[in-house]
């Protein structure tokens, strides 16, 4: 059974970091790639970040670049994302996703605020 679980959220101050984790079990973690994915108030989800299995290659959306990094250790079958800069319009539900199962995890907010 795929299971996805995010944890790392929370408030932060405008300019502040935070290191989103998300712990993956029930299928060969290294072998598929992983995803990033945010959703504010109001607004669809949207990809923020995706990194391949072995090869660990990574992408990211255009304006989220220069800020955030992705990635991931096999051996703690586990990916993260390191968010740097945060602004106000960071703030939203920050979402694990596997695309080879199209599985979600249950998501963490992250809160940007003077």
């Known amino acids: 059974q795929v299971q996805l679980v995010e944890s790392g959220g929370g408030l932060v101050q405008f300019g502040g970091s935070l290191r989103l984790s998300c712990a993956a079990s029930?299928?060969?973690?290294?072998?598929?790639?992983m995803s990033w994915y945010r959703q504010a108030p109001g607004k669809e989800r949207e990809l923020v970040a995706g990194?391949?299995?072995?090869?660990?290659?990574?992408d990211y959306s255009d304006s989220m670049k220069d800020r955030f990094t992705i990635a991931r250790d096999n051996a703690k079958n586990s990916v993260y994302l390191q968010l740097n800069s945060l602004q106000p319009e960071d703030t939203a539900v920050y979402y694990c996703?596997?695309?080879?199962?199209?599985?979600w995890g249950q998501g963490t907010q992250v809160t940007a605020a003077s």
């Open positions: 990194i391949l299995g072995m090869g660990g290659r990574s």
């Open positions: 029930g299928f060969t973690f290294s072998r598929y790639s």
């Open positions: 996703y596997v695309p080879r199962w199209a599985r």
